[in-house]
């Protein structure tokens, strides 16, 4: 079957980093995703990756290990406006984004 | 400047109606998708269109009928509504096997 496992929530303090991971099981692979959902709004695109190693982008990071079916998202310097919901989504070869449940990241002052 | 519209932003319906979501993207992108998340912020895709041919038909009710008129806009229609379908309906457009705008969803609440 296919499955994605990401933690359903964290906690971190603000101005602090944090990393979320996420494993994958899919039929084939095509990228992987990762999106950013605050309470009530669309999830908003931050990462995609397709080869191996770590993608930087701001504060932002993406990791993929295709090998391992695993991916991170790490979050630098944190700031309150980053207390939302974290999704991982995969593509498949199908072409079929598979979502993760998303992981709830709370920001403590 | 809107990226991916819908329209209604909410929607509450009796059960056993029909009703409309409307979606139309103005980023000239080919391939559009509906998305459905439930209570528990699972999001889970139901169909893809790409220049008005559908590519994903998920496992979804056939109470539940994509119409792409053009490659901009892509409406789902749900006949007989059931309480189950009480959920936030996202649609999305992609130019390519990458990047996904999200329009900002119909919640849709059926009574």
């Known amino acids: 079957g296919q499955n994605i496992d990401q933690p359903t929530e964290m906690t971190a303090t603000e101005g602090a980093i944090v990393q979320i991971n996420c494993t994958y099981q899919?039929?084939?692979?095509?990228?992987l995703f990762w999106y950013q959902q605050h309470a009530g709004e669309a999830p908003t695109f931050l990462s995609y990756n397709v080869l191996d190693g770590l993608e930087e982008k701001g504060r932002f990071s993406s990791f993929l290990s295709r090998s391992k079916g695993y991916s991170y998202l790490l979050l630098k310097e944190l700031q309150m406006k980053d207390s939302a919901s974290y999704l991982c989504a995969v593509r498949g070869r199908d072409d079929k984004i598979i979502f993760g449940k998303g992981t709830r990241l709370h920001i403590l002052p | 400047d809107t990226a991916v519209s819908q329209t209604p932003k909410y929607l509450v319906t009796q059960m056993g109606n029909d009703k409309s979501i409307k979606c139309e993207q103005n980023l000239g992108h080919d391939t559009m998708y509906w998305y459905k998340q439930d209570s528990k912020k699972f999001l889970k895709i139901m169909f893809s269109y790409n220049n008005k041919e559908l590519i994903i038909n998920e496992t979804v009710p056939n109470r539940f009928s994509p119409k792409s008129p053009d490659k901009a806009h892509l409406n789902l229609h749900i006949n007989s509504l059931e309480l189950g379908d009480s959920a936030v309906y996202f649609c999305a457009s992609s130019p390519a096997l990458d990047t996904q705008y999200f329009g900002p969803g119909t919640r849709l609440t059926v009574l």
């Open positions: 899919t039929s084939g692979f095509n990228g």
